[in-house]
Each structure stands twice: as structure tokens, then as C-alpha cells.
């Protein structure tokens, strides 16, 4: 009797085993979750998004967040769990092409039609899947108090008197040799932030200082500014026609930076960002969500009305009336296999955050989006130093910006590989003409393997 | 007894074995079916023969690449760790004052993980460098032997505590007969500590081959495969195509397959070559 007690005992513990582990984690029904990309406001979602939106409507609100760099892995995994992420998140054309399967067709909604610009979302097969949320903007930004110290030095080799006078690739040159030979004086170490070519940290060139070229190549390619991203996308070759541009201004970042070349392969963007905000030097290329880089770090010495930004010039023709980089990477999408309650309360959500007073107060003051959305007003954008500066280049009539075209680039290895190269490059492993090579090599084999 | 043995084994085996199952074959079986397939997501897979054991190796030369270079670092970082450990643990068993203090620090940096490892490196050797206006991007071959004097570190005390508990069981008798009959040091060593100590040398060997095969955190942490795929090994390569590359999970669950087929030949072989030492002795 006790050996039979025993034995139904034991059984009945192996069997409970899975189930109280399963059990513990029961979510309500028709809960939006929500897998956010932006690690930098994972904080705000969950302490100040999620309280407001289910106090106004009473849909459970879960936002996770991925770690930096991890977003397609744990988006891999979360989604085949019995409770996928309802909305998730895709860079560009390139990620929806791997993610179409997965996401709802969205051209009924409320937040597609609330898009200022309607052809900003990402459509295939005559279906909208991927709604963009918010808009950024990167140049070279300057600090203009040692901008100013530098315009004052009675020996200046150059003609002009303030940063704003610089409006092409020679005049940025000369001011920045002739500063990096005054660099004593304005008690600067470089005129650039060092060029962070530590691993994960090149994407700063890599991808944003590589879309002038490739802008370049395919606006010229299909013939118009607005169609150069849909020729990138479709490229099976890229000549790297403005190589010689790409590389006067890459130059000019290496041979006037805070660092030595042969340290640059240590260094990571939040040094290149530190460097900035000490004031250890007067220019780093970065777009505005590098704005809480700045104002956050402790011993900031730069003032948020000397925070501006400048485009990037390099020698092209017609520069001057080049604004900075604006567009997004950030796109996002209903996941069709959640359960239809889940997916109309997460359409309700991004309505919510988007267009009701509450929603657009957070989305303004405390996640700090620039949103394409038409239910914001002109006094509804953030306030930060660079995101203001992003608005008025892209409301400044006499230039025009450079649209994001490296959402073209064929695949991540395509990015790695040509970081590599500039790496080497830098070390003097390879020479410039065996760079331009590899990334001509490298985007022919991508494209036939994205099945271009 | 025998018998009750027999009655309650399989009730007792039950919970290892659910665990095996779940933890072990089940991931394996799949992976060897995934390695098959094309897939984005691992629950929604679709069969396609061998292309991706072709692909693994036709698309970019960086998986033979990393097969090299791990296999060069593997000789050379068993060759010393073995070596140094050995060493280590003769000098530290013959009674000299401070013998435990020794022991323990230099078994020490094994507590340490590997990613901590290779940051605390990373600074040493870039502060080296610094000095010659470089750094451990520099060239592939810094970080080749970075990883070499990194892994010495790490693992040089833990095969040395091995050593000293085979040395300490060396017989005392069979020592004394030999200096009796005038054997010398060295004649001492190959004739008798050696011999007695072929069961520990082959389970350091297997230890260190193995760990140098499946190295991940600490290559990762000194220099994530940089320059240019120079310093890759293949743990790293396989993680790289199968989480960075857009298509490529079955490639990289191809890579996988062949990575533990390679390991296992290997670390068998070289089983079957120390344990023929071990009965001649």
C-alpha cells in the first residue's frame, strides 16, 4: 500500500513539474505586446506608456524590450511563442522582405491614414505592411561656441566668419585643416570625434556616411532623388561611383580626428559621443537620437544652443543646396498570426499613442519621436537640441535633404563586409582602390543571394 | 537489492532521462533536421535537401577560413597550456613554503568568466599597443595570440590542479626505488611521473582540445572576429551566419552539424591515441 502511495506520489510530481511552471504566466486575453527596438526609451514604455494607455482604455499594455544589436534575434524567438509580439518592428524593404509572412496587411487602418506622406510606408503585392513612426536626421554636428573661438583667432587661414558660411566640401576642409593646426589654442584634441571602428560600432560610416554615394549613384541612376531608393533596392551592381567623395571627407575625419589611426579599432561610438560632450572636439557625425549622448553625460560642456548640425559635404556637384539625412529605419508592423482581438486593440494602441492628446504628449516630451504623422502639430515636435535642428533643415527652403537610401543595401553582410574594409583601410592593410572593391564585390554576391 | 535496483530504475532514470530529452536530444535531432531546411523562425520550416551544406562552404570563404585558424590556435594553446600547467604543478608539489598560496592564484583567473576575461585583455593588450600607436584591430595576428596568452590564463590553473592530484598519487616507494638504483631528475620525469600521470594527461588533452574547439565568449570579448573575419573562430562564425545573415539560419545550422561532427572525430581520436599511451605504460 505505502510502495503504491509512494510510486503515484513521485509520478504525480514529474507530472506536475511542467504544468506549474507554465502556469505562473497566464496573460489576459487580447494583450497588446508590443517588441520595442529603441533600448535608449525602454524605460518610458514601460514606467510611463503602459500605465497611461491601459488607465485610458483598459487593453493591457506589455512592451519588451530588445537588447542593443538584438532586435532580429530575440524578434526570431519571441515571435513562435504561443504569445507572439503583436507589434514588431523592421528596418526597411530589406527586413520586411524577410518578415512579409508574418504581417498584416495595414492599408485600412487609422494610423496609415493618418500619414502626412502615405508613400512613406512600405507596401508590397498592393498591400500596406509597415507603417513608419518616426523621422530622423544626421549630419556632422558641431559645437559652435569652438566654432566661434576658432572664427575669433586673428591668424585664420580662411575668409569666412561663422560655421553657417560653410557650404561645401572645400570650405569644410580648410576650416578644419586650419583648425586642427590651431588645435592648442581652441584647447581642442581634434577637430573630429575619433572614427569608432570597434565592432558594432562602424555603423556610423558603414551605413550613414555610405548613403551619400549610394544616394548619389542611384539618383542619378533613375534619374531623381525620390527613386533612388527603389533602384538601390533593386541593384544587382553598385559602381561606387562616388568613391573619390566618400573618401575625401573620410580622410579628412581620420587625419584631423582626437585619435591616432591605429586606435581607432578600439574605439566605440559612446566614446566618439563622450569626446563630443567634453568638448575635446568641435565636430561629430551622428544624427539626433545622440542628443541624450550629449545632454546626459556628466561634465557635458556644450550648451544646448551651440548643438547644430551641419550636411555632410564630400565633393559633390550642386552641394551646397544639399541639406542633412532625413528619413527612418523604423517601421512598424501587426503581427497576422496574433489573435484578431489582440491585433485590432494593437491598431487601437498606436492610434492611442499617436493621435490622442495624452499619446502625443509622450510621443513629443518623453520618447522624443519627430513623427510623419499629420495629427501632430508644428508645435508638437520635440525639444531636444537636434531633434529642433532636424526640423528646421528639413523646413529650410534653399536646401533639400538627402533621403535614407541604404535601406537599399542588399543584406547586414553587405554592412560588415564593408566596415571590414575601412578598417583596413585605416590600418593600411589594403589600399583605397582594393576597399572600393570590396564593396563592389561584396553587393554583386549580396544582391544574387537576396535573389535580386 | 539487485532486484529493487531493477524494479526502481526506470522510475529513478525518469526525471535524467525527461531532462535529456527536452535539454539534449530533442534540440539535436531538430538542428539536424533544420540543417536541411530553409527557415526564418525554427517552427516553420521547409525541407531543401543539401543546399545548405553547399552554400556553407561556397558563399564566402570565412568558414574554412575559421576552420583554420581554430584549429591552429587549438594546437598551439594545448600545446602550452599542458605545458605550463605541467610545469606548474612539479614545481608546486615539492614541498617548498607558500605551495597553497601559489595554487591558488594561479588557479584563480578560472573563476573568472570568459567575456570578463577578455575585456580585462582587451585593456592589457590595446594598452600595450597604444604605446606603438596601435591596437588589437590592428592585425589578425595580435589577436591570435592574445587569445593564446588568454586562454594560458585561464586555463593553465585548472589542468595544473589535475596534474598535482595525478603527481601526489604517484606512489612513494616506486620514487624512492629510483634514486635508490641513482635515476636522475629527468630520468625520474620520463620514467616514472609521466607514465603514472598518462590518465590525467589524456583528460587535460580532451579538456583543452574541446574548450579550444568551442571558444565563444572570450573571442568574442577580445575581438568579436575582427579584422576583417581575421581572428573568427568557428563558434563565432556559425553564431555570426545564422543570427546576421538574413536567409542564412539553415547555412549556419549546416555549420553547426558539421561543427560537432569535426569536434567529435577529433576529440575521439585523440581519446583513442592518448589511452593506447595510458595501457603501454
Known amino acids: 500500500m505505502r510502495k503504491t502511495s509512494c510510486i503515484a506520489l513521485a509520478v504525480l ?23 520595442n527596438f529603441k533600448p535608449e526609451i525602454a524605460e518610458v514604455y514601460t514606467s510611463e506608456v503602459e500605465p497611461a494607455f491601459e488607465e485610458a482604455t483598459g487593453i493591457p499594455l506589455k512592451v519588451v524590450t530588445a537588447a542593443s544589436n538584438q532586435y532580429e534575434p530575440t524578434l526570431r524567438s519571441e515571435i ?22 508574418y504581417a498584416a496587411p495595414l492599408e485600412d487602418s487609422a494610423i496609415y491614414s493618418m500619414l502626412s506622406d502615405p508613400s512613406m510606408a512600405l507596401s508590397e503585392d498592393g498591400h500596406v505592411y509597415a507603417i513608419p513612426y518616426t523621422v530622423e536626421g544626421y549630419g556632422i554636428i558641431y559645437n559652435d561656441a569652438i566654432m566661434r573661438a576658432y572664427f575669433a583667432l586673428p591668424g585664420k587661414a580662411v575668409d569666412i566668419s561663422s560655421a553657417e558660411e560653410i557650404r561645401d566640401f572645400a570650405t569644410l576642409k ?108 568641435a565636430m561629430v557625425q551622428n544624427g539626433n537620437w545622440g542628443a541624450s549622448q550629449i545632454l546626459g553625460v556628466p561634465g557635458n560642456t556644450v550648451a544646448d544652443s551651440d548643438i547644430r548640425f551641419l550636411p555632410l559635404y564630400m565633393g559633390m556637384e550642386g552641394e551646397s543646396a544639399q541639406g542633412i539625412c532625413v528619413g527612418t529605419e523604423n517601421y512598424l508592423c501587426i503581427n497576422r498570426n496574433a489573435s484578431a482581438e489582440a491585433q485590432a486593440n494593437a491598431l487601437q494602441f498606436l492610434e492611442w499613442l499617436f493621435s490622442s492628446p495624452e499619446g502625443k504628449d509622450l510621443v513629443t516630451n518623453r520618447l522624443g519621436f519627430i513623427t510623419p504623422f499629420n495629427t501632430f502639430s508644428e508645435d508638437e515636435q520635440p525639444t531636444d537640441p537636434l531633434a529642433r535642428q532636424v526640423t528646421e533643415w528639413m523646413a529650410d ?14 543584406s547586414e553582410q553587405w554592412k560588415a563586409d564593408f566596415g571590414s574594409a575601412l578598417l583596413q583601410y585605416i590600418n593600411s592593410s589594403i589600399t583605397w582602390e582594393d576597399a572600393v572593391k570590396a564593396a563592389q564585390d561584396s553587393w554583386a554576391r549580396e544582391a544574387e543571394l537576396a535573389g535580386r | 537489492m539487485e532486484k529493487s535496483i531493477r524494479k526502481w530504475f526506470a522510475l529513478f532514470a525518469l526525471p535524467g532521462l525527461i531532462c535529456f530529452l527536452i535539454a539534449f536530444l530533442v534540440p539535436f535531432v531538430w538542428g539536424l533536421v533544420l540543417s536541411f531546411c530553409s527557415f526564418t523562425t525554427i517552427t516553420d520550416a521547409h525541407f531543401i535537401g543539401l543546399g545548405n551544406y553547399v552554400r556553407a ?62 575585456w580585462i585583455w582587451n585593456v592589457i593588450i590595446n594598452g600595450v599597443l597604444a604605446a606603438f600607436g596601435m591596437n588589437i584591430m590592428s592585425d589578425p595576428k595580435f589577436g591570435f595570440w592574445g587569445l593564446v596568452v588568454l586562454m594560458n590564463w585561464q586555463n593553465a590553473g585548472y589542468m595544473m590542479v589535475i596534474y598535482i592530484a595525478a603527481i601526489q598519487n604517484i606512489p612513494q616507494d616506486e620514487l624512492e626505488a629510483a634514486a635508490i638504483d641513482g635515476a636522475d631528475g629527468w630520468t625520474t620525469l620520463t620514467r616514472i611521473t609521466i607514465p603514472s600521470v598518462m590518465p590525467s594527461i589524456t583528460i587535460c588533452l580532451f579538456l583543452t582540445l574541446t574548450n579550444g574547439f568551442k571558444l565563444y565568449d572570450q573571442n568574442l570579448a577580445l575581438t568579436a572576429g575582427q579584422p576583417n573575419h581575421g581572428t573568427e573562430m568557428l563558434a563565432m562564425n556559425i553564431f555570426n551566419t545564422f543570427y546576421s545573415r538574413q536567409g542564412f539560419e539553415g547555412v549556419g545550422q549546416a555549420k553547426a552539424v558539421i561543427f560537432t561532427i569535426a569536434v567529435a572525430l577529433i576529440a575521439l581520436l585523440q581519446l583513442r591515441f592518448t589511452r593506447d599511451r595510458e595501457e603501454t605504460a
Open chain 1, 80 to 101: 513562435t511563442k504561443s504569445e507572439p509580439p503583436v507589434i514588431f518592428q523592421v528596418n526597411g524593404p530589406v527586413g520586411l522582405a524577410n518578415w512579409k509572412s
Open chain 1, 397 to 410: 527652403a534653399s536646401v533639400k535633404s538627402v533621403p535614407w537610401t541604404f535601406a537599399g543595401i542588399p
Open chain 2, 57 to 118: 562552404f561556397t558563399v564566402d570563404g570565412y568558414f574554412t577560413q575559421s576552420f583554420l585558424f581554430t584549429l591552429l590556435f587549438t594546437v598551439i594553446s594545448v600545446v602550452t597550456i599542458n605545458l605550463a600547467a605541467f610545469t606548474f604543478a612539479l614545481l608546486l608539489t615539492r614541498n617548498v613554503p607558500g605551495t597553497n598560496a601559489f595554487r591558488t592564484i594561479i588557479f584563480m583567473p578560472n573563476l573568472i568568466g570568459g567575456i570578463v576575461l577578455g
Open chain 1, 174 to 281: 580648410a576650416v578644419v585643416e586650419d583648425m586642427t593646426a590651431h588645435k592648442d589654442e581652441l584647447g581642442i584634441k581634434g577637430v573630429f570625434a575619433s572614427t569608432s571602428m570597434a565592432p558594432g560600432s562602424d555603423w556610423r560610416w558603414q551605413t550613414h556616411l555610405f548613403n551619400m554615394p549610394l544616394w548619389a549613384e542611384f539618383r542619378d541612376k533613375s534619374g531623381d532623388s525620390s527613386t533612388a531608393l527603389a533602384a538601390a533596392f533593386a541593384a544587382t551592381e553598385f559602381d561606387f561611383a562616388y568613391s573619390d567623395d566618400f573618401r575625401n571627407l573620410w580622410d579628412l575625419y581620420l587625419d584631423n580626428s582626437v585619435s591616432q589611426k591605429g586606435l581607432l579599432g578600439g574605439k566605440n561610438d559612446a566614446d566618439s559621443m563622450a569626446e563630443f560632450a567634453l568638448g575635446q572636439c
Open chain 1, 13 to 35: 510530481l514529474v507530472l506536475a513539474l511542467p504544468l506549474a511552471a507554465g502556469g505562473s504566466k497566464e496573460s489576459a486575453a487580447g494583450e497588446v505586446y508590443f517588441l
